[in-house]
């Protein structure tokens, strides 16, 4: 059984790492970290683990931790696992960071876009990228994984089969993405009350959110070439789900059939990520409360450009789910342990 | 291996059977009857189940089906059931009923409600009322189940332990219940659009829902006389969930400790009703997804009634996993086989 | 051309006021106080007051804002206007405070329910309650009103006409309301996030909540009798809108006609009480935006209980236009000027 | 006072339509037509005009309302103002048509995305595209408007000023719009029930929307060359509103200054397009039932493109809000009247 510690255990994504550890038959909590709420029963603070979580809220204390358990999630602010981070510790535990502390392999990037020191850089070159169908591999051998953000990981996997194979100009990918509100966090915020978001639809970070050069950086490895692009996100008055909506021009006439030949080339195999039937948009209520990633595509032979589509919980793949996978991964496990839930409709 | 055969398998509570038996152990999904879809995948109604369940809908008969599995889920309008169901039929399978056609004992009382003739009074009195933590030894035994209403199952369920234990005036019982979306059905009506539920909130059925003899039928055994009550259901603009607020004065004074230990006398050791602690009001969201129904109480000295509250799932608790309750029950398995979903939040 | 002040500008019911009063021929406000944001334009807090006001906030200052305009309204939290009211002021501005500080003649009542002492209770009795149909040629006459809690007004309006006729027997008074989330404020809560409130229900304050002793005194003056009753609020994922559900025991046997004909009595010359046609349920959405209260009724001749139903904008009627519809009566101006708002659906 | 028939008056656009001419000092409503409902009180349909209008609801019969009324409005499915239409009625009155019927100058055009034969090509020549602050002057002297599309309202009036100034390289416009549940209609469909639209955001129409030829007509004139673009609606839970997020490469280096000034060149003077402050992204909420079009941009230096976004109202300005503004430039009356209302927040 493996022995897990959460640092953030009471933020949205830690909330839902207990609740899929919950159901994980080789995985059981044993640290329930969060600093606004210790001593505080854990199910006070999130009622629906009522008589299902009896622990109370722990410190943060990553060196403790490290000696009670076999993986620490941080599901945490930016800046807090690399201030914490060392090689101690790592030599005794695995971690799986859910902030952005390790996405980034050039620190300079980084510093540039969070506006915050990186504590500990020596660690980067070493943490892997979770995204766990594009470096499934490498993940099995980590002791630090840099968990995708939830905008990159759906905008990656809609977009790589075509970067990947070069059917699309890299120049001109355009991302418009759409989020529910629990990506936001559950921090108290006038911004993020009820009635300021509900019956309400804005653009927020335009040319500047912070994960714009993080897909960049998976983009230029998928394509072999430096990708800059137009990244914008939206605030969509629903809890969960993430949808992207992308464009890119053609490098060449391709027919439907071609295109998605290369999807099912990368995704055929994916329990994961399904590319839907011809002409079916993703919707983000297909895969509430799941691990999928739903993705599709329209050829547009007006402009000459592909409109791709991607779907996803950003709870679940796009933050806790993933970090489960990568966990199983790193522990030898069935990749997909935990992570059976059948999407909830409505 | 249990065969499953489900009639009415397109509508929400036919799709969030499907949900729950996709991660059932025992049992096996045989059947997609679906009058309206035949011949279509299953998956392309609710594409939620893509590259989960591959099968076509299939007409919805009741006859070859009883060949073909072990136990029959109609989920489907008033009068069906009733009118398909026979003793050759209930010899060859167990049925769970989520209609209303054998919840109520007087056949009188269910003509005048539901203003349809019951086509098959024969089985009332045989079948059970599939309330399982009231009724749990007789439905173990039973050929032909009634699967509680959604507002019945958290009424009865948040009352019923002082309407037996004599705490209350029966004969003061009000009923104001809350319901999300998802219990009006997939039926295309423009009551039911987005833009007519969003941003409001109104009463329907006052003085005249269906529900309201069920209710009084359940109140009435556990009290030992007949009830009379008033039920007054609301359409909130919420996909799921049932908030039941209900209203009884007290028959003598009581404390918080007393009235705690007897919703502990019912229900500590049942894990599908859930007393919270004190002064914590049961929310929706709570429960969302999970069979769990959360109870609690307050007592208002001034006015010397008693305040009951109670919160669940309408699509689980309220139908589909009920049913799946009272099918493990049965079939001699786990009870909880299937039903150990934690609730989402948020 | 009236002056108008008003000191919690930036809350919901102060953007409310703002919007009723630009629309208002009489009227000019000279004042937007907010002690939150001093020196900032009001527009940037309200963006939907971009190219429509052009002032910026004030500090909350009562005594200076008493020389320049002719009345102030004071939308803030309970307590401010009565520690800052004096006869000086009173003699030289009229005011309408949409706070609890004057609505309950008794002070000792306030000062349980609500928990603070009452800083100036020599002008309570002088107070005016502004429930406008019910005590119309008081307002007229008033320099100090108590602008009616959103709950009180909604559940008030409902019962009134039964109440004061002797219909229902007042002991069996039992109101289940439920309201759209702006009527928790605009307050910077975890309880008021977004992911918190939406898909959700709960009950709240229940049996101790502030706008119980409030609702109970103004049936008393209606009834003639003192009168407790059961009040219990429930949070609805909306954002405007209150909905109640009142039961009580007729005193004897009418007709729908007979009881048609006492709510006749009282609104059918009230523009902005409106009694619904027989079986039609009031509903939120049908006065969004605008200063209707819609009440109806459905007797039950199983339980011999009536049940009245009333909806109405928690941030027109509930507060912001009936304080326009105060300030209208006390000023002699017609009192819909400003109020001609046709609700807005969907 | 201008006699006001409208055809399809049951239609959220037409219910609109009365909202706003209840308020309108010139204008009277003579005729409500609505096949669906001929002969029913129009405050049944909706109940929000209860105690407003009193009027039933008669026929579509065009040539009947010619002579009875001024203007007429048609807020009816496509084709069928096209197929009533004809010389004598113009004669006699002028229409606004909400539909696409006269919008798109190519009948080819019409035919091939509508899939219907156009009944009247004769008029589409005369037929004024009425986008109010484009083609305010042809307006005036119109008899035949084509009130513009909801999507084509936003999305022109977003980019125009930078396609009219060559700002930008046409060829490389992208437009990713987000609209509101009522633009789809208060038809009974299951796509547009609560429960499907609730929690869930989709695509829909992608690179087949019929309103992309109709900004592709009206880029074309303000750039002076022929463009096709790509136009993706979205689907978002929520009543109203429309956000278009548009992306065009700049054709040379700008400064914010700079493209500010071209917007204010076009906006300056015009009451209902707020050109927003520096880095202040528009917001749905923020025209909620106005006839405002906020909009705004912002540079990306990195990628040398250019994110315009608009917001407003789509049953106000996107429907019957221009509809009014068209008929008040056409009367010679206030081009604001019965338009002056001001946002509602929340």
Redesign the interface.
Same mark, same amino acid.
């Given at each position: 059984m493996i022995r897990v510690g959460i640092i953030g255990a009471t933020g949205?994504a830690g909330?839902e790492l207990v609740?899929l550890l919950?159901?994980h038959k080789e995985a059981e909590i044993k640290w329930y970290g969060s600093r606004s709420y210790i001593d505080k029963k854990y199910y006070e603070v999130?009622?629906?683990?009522?008589?299902?979580v009896d622990d109370v809220c722990m410190d943060d204390n990553m060196e403790a931790l490290a000696n009670e358990v076999d993986v620490i999630f941080t599901a945490t602010p930016q800046g807090l696992c690399a201030s914490l981070v060392n090689e101690d510790i790592l030599n005794k535990v695995k971690i799986v960071d859910l902030s952005a502390d390790f996405r980034i392999k050039d620190v300079a990037t980084y510093e540039k876009w969070y506006g915050i020191e990186h504590k500990s850089p020596q660690f980067i070159e070493e943490a892997v990228y979770g995204l766990c169908e594009i470096n499934r591999e490498d993940i099995k051998k980590a002791r630090l994984i840099a968990n995708p953000g939830c905008y990159p990981t759906c905008s990656t996997l809609s977009i790589y089969p075509l970067a990947k194979e070069g059917l699309i100009d890299m120049n001109t990918v355009?991302i418009?993405a759409?989020s529910?509100?629990?990506g936001a966090g559950?921090g108290?915020?006038?911004d993020?009350?009820?009635?300021?978001?509900?019956?309400?639809?804005?653009?927020?970070g335009?040319?500047s959110h912070r994960h714009t050069p993080e897909i960049e950086e998976q983009l230029s490895y998928a394509s072999g070439e430096q990708v800059?692009?137009?990244f914008?996100p939206?605030l +969509? @008055? $629903?809890?969960?789900?993430i949808?992207i909506?992308a464009?890119a021009t053609l490098k060449k006439d391709v027919t439907y059939e071609e295109v998605k030949a290369v999807y099912d080339k990368y995704y055929a195999n994916e329990k994961f990520v399904?590319v839907?039937?011809k002409d079916?948009?993703?919707?983000?209520?297909?895969?509430?409360?799941?691990n999928y990633v739903?993705v599709n595509f329209?050829?547009?032979p007006?402009?000459k450009?592909i409109?791709m589509?991607g779907?996803m919980d950003n709870l679940v793949k796009g933050a806790a789910g993933q970090a489960v996978q990568n966990m199983n991964l790193m522990f030898g496990l069935k990749e997909s342990e935990g992570l059976?839930l +059948? @999407? $909830?409709?409505?």
């Open positions: 949205y909330g609740r919950m159901n999130y009622q629906n683990f009522f008589q299902i355009i418009d759409k529910g509100t629990s559950r108290a915020k006038v993020n009350l009820y009635c300021e978001v509900n019956e309400n639809i804005k653009a927020y335009v040319a800059l692009l137009n914008t939206h +969509v @008055p $629903m809890n969960r789900g949808l909506t464009y399904r839907l039937d079916v948009c993703p919707q983000t209520k297909w895969v509430e409360g799941s739903d329209k050829i547009d007006r402009t450009r409109i589509m779907a059976e +059948v @999407p $909830m409709f409505p």
